[in-house]
């Protein structure tokens, strides 16, 4: 009975290893897609365009450039649901404020 205990847990332990690992993946791959200059606010209306293709092409060529952007192609599913909700955020949100509107000025 002992020895079917700790197969569980050892079996609990490891997928909640996999669990965390693969957190971690959606959250570097999430911070690099903040860090690509070519993704913008416009980026989802872009890909509905005619352009729409060489624009995914670039973006997944970022992706490719960076291990952060290749460990979730086990998961291809996952990591195209994360950068479609990204994408649909920027949309939603517009363009960020200018430098000067975070700072008012002190009078």
Known sequence: TQSTGSSGINAEYGQQTYKDRVSLAKSDFKQLLKEIKC????????????????HM?????????DKRGLVLDDLPEE???ILDD??????KYGPPPPPTATRPSKR
């Open 86 to 91: 990204y994408l649909t955020e920027l949309e």
């Open 39 to 54: 993704v913008s606010h416009k980026s989802k209306e872009i890909l509905r365009g005619p352009n729409g293709d060489s």
């Open 57 to 65: 092409r670039e973006i997944r060529q970022f992706l490719t450039n």
């Open 79 to 81: 990591r195209d649901r």
